[in-house]
């Protein structure tokens, strides 16, 4: 075997089982400790500072300087005596992970050392902004951007700083970040809500987004990760045969969890409790070394916040397991890749879910109206929604009968399906409460109570009882780049709900007639969207073409639709994104796509030709002086005593000239669409020619590895990555 692969293998069976963040007492203990909440707040500042931040996070009021310097001495305090030196202003560049810059507390005055922290430096922080993704927001010389404190969510320690939640702006106030354009469609989705509410419920002042966001992720021994190249480079293996066992037993999913997966679980739970991140779920995945953690849902911007940090907790703990946490969406070909489900609904100020049915959804008029806007809103922006998840990664993942499919629907359950089909043909809307009769099994079991709709796996987005499950974004990409469009759009139709029962009001209807009237117009625009069968299925696949339904089949081409009118308006409209942020987006989405190609095609010719056709080349000389030694010893018989040797050594033959010439082809590919100027032209170049050409060497490199001898392959196979 190749030493280094050896090596690899020998270290990750050295690795045992151990925890090492252990707390004494259960978790109320010690949940939050981290956390500079509001309830600390109040033994480190005055009533007229802990008022004014809870005003900021409550309503969203502005906080003054003279305040500011009140709160950051009070948050100076609190973090110096839990151990920090430093701060930081944390935000979300355009490139799915976060970004800091740490600030030492020290000062000097009169050559004597002292703390300092100030409101100005609570509130605003200057990094350099040249060389985060731009769109050309920005001229290469004007380097500047802002990064400032957002209140709505809570400041924290981690590893000895006090890391601040922020936005991130350039010089000239454009939004550089994920969370500006996620601020500003929350908003944009209270307000609207906030008027649609009224009218069932006219105290209800505003209306929060909640997110219950689900995280599957696949474990690795470090050892083995480091010798394979494509995980260390590009978080996905470029190159690698089946295993002879993966997921087909499916005896994996919710199966017992493996004694140094489980402490690694329980490490980093404890850390993120201490963060205020309230884990409730933990559990295996459908693939090999694959699982999944979901918290409690909270505010929107929280749970965003709290899900990139527990992204980062979670890769700093797995370092003390001798474990790598990769969040690629499709790190291993053959099996399941990973995603990242978001749980959305919608909360009033005065406490109710506005997507709760009840127990009568059918004379629920507040539900069907915020339900069927809902519907509205993603049947005149479907493509937009789904492409808002397109990634390069996450495509190796959509419409592979193991994720939700590439075309947008809805899934409502039997229940709720059948009630917009009777308001939508005016028929008397069927007598049923929500959830079905309770099912009996045996006297010892008790009753089961189930909910009135199933969970339906194929749908990118489903009802699942009082919220929607947005199933199809990626498990390594920031959900604000998601939510702010799923935000807008909502808003949008709501707006659009409230003007169209406004109108008829004013035409002598009464509010309750008006408001059904306009679900019945919201349904019957929109009913193509909604689908109740198996989305995996070609009949789906033939039946939302014919209903006009747009699918994401190449990612480059589908970011075209940031360039529609439609998509535009919709942003400028809510005042969300101007033009050229927007244009911005776009650039950044074709840049990162052929930046992220571009790598993965450098590593698998490396790969490829460093690695793998060496050792086919090894094992072939192998197999020639094999077939000489037959030679002497028998004469002529050996044609016929080495058959099969003959047969390998054509095959390697004709897979290492395959490999050649396709990674020869592959390299003029990359040269000649790196001559484009045009990056979305390029984009869609590399989509095409180059993806292919690494397909194909990928294909040769795969069948390398099922012929040369074990014993010689140089890389960790699958069956040592998926089974450590």
Known sequence: MAAFRQRALNEAA??????????????????????????????????????????????????????????????????????????????????DATAEKHEAFIAVKDGKPFEKFNGSALVQQEPDASSFPNGGLRNTFEARGYSAWDPSSPVFLLDGTLCIPSVFVSYTGEALDTKVPNLKSLQALSDAATSVANLFDESVKSVEVNLGLEQEYFLVDESLYSAR????????TVIGHTSAKDQQLEDHYFGAIPSRVSAFMKDFETEAYKLGILLQTRHNEVAPNQFECAPVFCSATKAIDQNMMLMIIMQKVAEKHHLKVIFHEKPFDGVNGSGKHCNWSMVTDTGVNLLSPGKTPNKNLQFLSFYAAVVHAVYEHHFLLMTSVASLSNSYR???????????????????????????????????????????????????????????????????????????????????????????????SLRQFRKEVDALTATGEDVSTAVMNTVRKFIHESKDI???????????????????????????????????????????????????????????????????????????????????????????????????GVKEIFGEEYKSLCSSEFATLKNISCLTNAISRDVEALVEARKKANKIEDIAERAKVYSHEVKDLMDKVRYSADHLEMVVDDEMWPLPKYRELLFF
Not at 229 to 236: A, M, Y
Not at 400 to 407: I, Q
Not at 567 to 581: C, K, M, Q, R, V
Not at 585 to 596: A, D, G, I, P
């Open 530 to 628: 909604m689908f109740e069968g198996n989305g995996y299925s070609k009949e789906w696949e033939e039946e939302a073409g014919r209903r006009g339904l747009r699918a994401v089949r190449n990612v480059p081409e589908a970011y075209e639709v940031y360039h529609e009118k439609k998509t535009i308006d919709l942003f400028s409209e809510l005042g969300i994104l101007a033009p050229n942020e927007v244009e911005a987006r776009f650039e950044v989405l074709n840049e990162t796509y052929v930046k992220k190609l571009q790598i993965e095609a450098r590593v698998i010719g490396d790969i490829c030709l460093n690695h793998v056709l060496p050792a086919a080349v090894r094992y072939q000389n192998i197999l020639i002086e094999n077939v000489r």
């Open 398 to 492: 959509l419409g592979g009968h193991e994720a939700p499919p590439a075309v947008m629907s809805i899934f409502s359950g039997s229940t709720l399906y059948g009630i917009f089909k009777a308001i939508e043909n005016m028929e008397t809307m069927p007598e049923s409460e929500a959830g079905l009769e309770s099912i009996k099994i045996v006297n010892s079991i008790p009753e089961i109570f189930p909910d009135n709709t199933d969970r339906n796996r194929t749908s990118p987005f489903a009802f699942t009882g009082n919220r929607f499950e947005f199933r199809a974004l990626g498990s390594s990409m920031n959900v604000a780049s998601a939510t702010y469009i799923l935000n807008a759009i909502v808003a949008q």
């Open 229 to 236: 190249p494509d995980l260390v480079l590009c978080n996905r």
């Open 14 to 95: 050295s690795h045992k089982t151990e925890r090492f963040y252990v707390e004494d007492g259960p978790v109320s203990h010690y949940f939050g400790r981290n956390v500079f909440d509001l309830d600390k707040m109040r033994g480190y500042m005055s009533q007229q500072a802990y008022e004014a931040v809870l005003s900021a996070v409550k309503f969203g009021g502005k906080i003054d300087r003279e305040v500011a310097n009140e709160i950051a001495s009070g948050m100076k305090a609190w973090a110096i005596e839990n151990g920090a030196t430093h701060y930081t202003h944390l935000f979300q560049p355009l490139t």
